[in-house]
């Protein structure tokens, strides 16, 4: 008897009105998941991008966006968060990119628009010149 006396004791008590605060919080963690998930598909079938951070809480976190349009499933972009604003960063599939791509970027500072001519150009190769 002591002891279940000691267990209820230490255990947490539920919030006014009868709530249990871990249950509340288990199914808040729950319902932003689902909307996170909602969030990511819509930003996918919107933009053609699948958007991964890493990184959040450092000095410099990173966006990886893959294409749904990418010839390789490793093919992305990555992009990192300075004091400066948002940085490309070079990995293998921008190494390869046109350079003519990049004018949106370099002339217009637009990620906007350079990442829409990077979405067009692989549109393009994928559903106009196949193969």
């Not at 350079?114 to 190769?125: D, G, M, P, T």
Request: glycine share 6%; charged share 30%.
């Amino acid at each position: 008897a002591r002891a279940a006396a000691k267990r209820e004791a230490e255990a947490p008590a539920p919030a006014a009105g009868g709530i249990d605060a871990d249950k509340l919080h288990a199914r808040l963690k729950e319902r932003f998941r689902e909307h996170l998930n909602w969030f990511r598909e819509a930003v996918y079938l919107l933009t053609g991008f699948k958007v991964d951070m890493t990184g959040l809480g450092d000095a410099a976190p990173q966006v990886r966006l893959r294409s749904m349009f990418a010839e390789a499933e490793d093919d992305e972009l990555r992009f990192v968060w300075s004091d400066d604003g948002i940085q490309l960063l070079s990995t293998q599939f921008t190494d390869e990119l046109d350079e003519r791509l990049f004018a949106n970027l370099k002339f217009c500072n637009s990620v906007p628009a350079f990442l829409a001519s990077i979405q067009l150009n692989l549109f393009e190769k994928q559903t106009l010149f196949p193969g």
